[in-house]
């Protein structure tokens, strides 16, 4: 079975940092996409980044571009999202998915398989 797992959030001060991970198992981790999305109470859910594991290139929404980065380990089936210059209104839980087109798109419609939330707080 796909099975994709987001962890490392918290709650950080504006200006912080956080990591987070998603552990991919259960398929040809080679050939996804793999992207991050956020949802914010009240919100609709968001792309945030995205990755072709394939060849590397990523995605960035607008409003994170210069903060976070993305990058994937594929000797252990792991993307990471390095989250930079945090602000609150970066507060969301964040989701990880899957795309085995690898289209590293930020549309929530292109990914099959999702992952658990983690929550992501940015206060002082």
């Known amino acids: 079975d796909v099975q994709l797992q987001a962890f490392g959030g918290g709650l950080v001060q504006p200006g912080g940092s956080l990591r987070l991970s998603c552990a991919a198992s259960g398929f040809s981790f080679g050939g996804y996409s793999i992207g991050w999305f956020r949802q914010a109470p009240g919100k609709e859910r968001e792309g945030v980044s995205s990755?072709?594991?394939?060849?590397?290139?990523?995605y960035y929404a607008d409003s994170v571009k210069g903060r976070f980065t993305i990058s994937a380990d594929n000797a252990k089936n792991t993307v990471y999202l390095q989250m930079n210059s945090l602000k609150p209104e970066d507060t969301a839980v964040y989701y990880c998915?899957?795309?085995?087109?690898?289209?590293?798109?930020?549309?929530?419609?292109?990914?099959?398989?999702w992952g658990q939330g983690t929550q992501v707080t940015v206060s002082s």
């Open positions: 990755i072709s594991i394939r060849d590397g290139k990523t």
């Open positions: 998915a899957g795309d085995p087109l690898g289209r590293y798109s930020l549309w929530t419609w292109s990914y099959d398989y």
